[in-house]
């Protein structure tokens, strides 16, 4: 997935304005300003598109990440130079504490079918034999499962 999408919906999902964006990008380890943040947001047609990379995203999810469960052995974790869907559904996992089960009620929200045995496949090292890559339709489905959870609240 894109990362200036997954930018946009989780934005959208917990309803965060330009400021709180601004300071999870801060708890991750990230200087930004509203202008910067704004140009992540706009579509790509526009001549203002800014281009978010991965370890941008990975500084939003890390303050994210800080904002809902606090700072680990009081420390900002570095962000990652590249990130992949795994990597932000594991982000995301942790950021709201959620269990195997709790992922598989966002995925339902969706009436989208995926055993526990897969969702726990996608939080393997690569290296193991039982790895799988999250593909895009399963980070988008659970993004969206997110958004009908959060937002009908």
């Known amino acids: 997935m894109n990362t200036n999408d997954i930018l946009k919906t989780l934005r959208y999902t ?8 601004i300071n999870l ?19 790509e047609e526009d001549p203002e598109f800014k281009k978010l990379v991965d370890k941008e995203l990975a ?16 420390q900002v974790p570095p962000a990652e130079k590249s990130l992949n869907n795994n990597q932000v559904l594991r982000k995301l996992k942790i950021a709201l504490e959620m269990k195997d089960s709790d992922m598989l009620d966002v995925f339902a929200l969706r009436q989208f079918r995926i ?13 193991q034999h039982q790895y799988r890559e999250c593909k895009d339709q399963i980070l988008r489905n659970f993004l969206m499962g997110l958004q009908l959870k959060f937002r009908s609240q």
Not at 27 to 39: F, I, P, Q, T, Y
Not at 115 to 127: C, V
């Open 25 to 43: 990008f801060q708890e991750g380890g990230m200087e930004v300003n509203r202008e910067l943040v704004s140009n992540w947001l706009k579509n």
């Open 59 to 74: 500084s939003f999810l890390n303050g994210l990440i800080i904002l809902k469960r606090g700072k680990k052995d009081n």
């Open 115 to 127: 055993s526990k045995h897969e969702l726990s496949a996608f939080f393997r090292k690569p290296d």
């Open 14 to 21: 917990f309803d965060f304005n330009d400021f709180e964006m």
